[in-house]
């Protein structure tokens, strides 16, 4: 059985962006959308589960008008919300939350649940902050307004050399297969300081050859997906520059971006990487964030 998209609502503006943009993901995919609220706390007993009943009557409301098509259930849970989430995830094709734009910033204001679910789940999480429309994933038209009658924006996919992983690549290529958008790949590399070259490096002089050694190896690692997608056009690009900086100016105007989390046993518990971390909170278009062993 074809797994659904599941999207975290709890009446919030940016969990009904969230369930929009979860009910077109659901719809390119031919899959289910499976509506999750979670009652947490004080909000138990009938007065809450009226509440939750109103949440997910708004985001039913919000989908119905967005895909009128799209297969859809929803559930109530007690308890709390993170670890309501991650149940759902693991039966599912990929989870989405909403996340708050910063006011006259791009980016996301990122709440416990959502890097709660982040840093938990084995599958892969969207981040979709408040305000986010159709048209945003969408090229804009010739006059520079907004459009959904024009092809896809980029789908943007951040590549570490130094740990390239298969899941994360597929699902980028896979977001642009069924977008029929262009799937831009990013590496971020930085020269070796005075006490020579990090892990990782290459021990070439001089920026102009680092980065046609960086450039080849990309195109090295994602040849096997070019095959494999060959109705993919891939634009791969190699940037002398700190890894979040460089993300942050490859998903401007993009339709999503993808990033890697680690999967890893942590004495202080589950959380995200540096890079990751920076990414979710600073770029403005949603994030996928796939993780991986």
């Known amino acids: 059985m074809l797994l659904p998209v599941v999207a975290g609502v709890d ?4 969990s009904l962006a969230a369930a929009a943009w979860a009910a077109r993901e659901a719809r390119r995919r031919d899959r289910r959308l499976h509506l999750v609220h979670a009652r947490e706390g004080g909000a138990a007993g009938a007065a809450g589960r009226h509440l939750a009943r109103g949440a997910l009557r708004r985001a039913e409301d919000t989908v119905r008008a967005e895909c009128p098509d799209v297969r859809l259930s929803d559930e109530q849970t007690d308890g709390p919300a993170v670890a309501a989430l991650v149940k ?3 039966q599912a094709e990929l989870t989405v939350v909403g996340s708050r734009g910063l006011s006259g910033f791009t980016g996301f204001l990122v709440g416990s649940v959502a890097l709660g679910l982040v840093a938990r789940s084995t599958r892969p999480v969207v981040l979709v902050r408040a305000g986010e429309e159709a048209a945003d994933e969408h090229l804009p038209a010739d006059d520079g307004t907004a459009s959904t009658d024009t092809g896809y924006a980029d789908v943007v996919l951040a590549v570490d ?3 390239a992983c298969d899941e994360v690549i597929e699902f980028a290529f896979e977001a642009a297969r069924i977008r029929r958008a262009r799937l831009r790949a990013v590496h971020a590399w930085q020269e070796p300081g005075a006490m020579g070259l990090g892990p990782g490096d290459i021990a070439l002089v001089g920026e102009p050859r680092r980065g046609e050694e960086w450039l080849g190896f990309l195109k090295a690692v994602l040849q096997p997906w070019r095959d494999k997608f060959p109705e993919v056009e891939v634009l791969e690009t190699v940037v002398a520059d700190k890894p979040t900086t460089a993300l942050v100016r490859a998903s401007a105007g ?3 971006l993808v990033v890697g989390h680690r999967l890893a046993e942590r004495t202080v518990g589950p959380r995200t990487g540096p890079v990751t ?3 979710i909170q600073h770029v403005g ?3 996928a964030v ?3 062993l």
């Open 290 to 292: 796939v993780p991986h």
């Open 161 to 163: 050399l130094t740990e």
């Open 254 to 256: 993009a339709g999503l």
């Open 11 to 14: 009446g919030s503006a940016e």
């Open 285 to 287: 278009c949603p994030v």
């Open 277 to 279: 971390h920076a990414a």
């Open 88 to 90: 759902a995830a693991d």
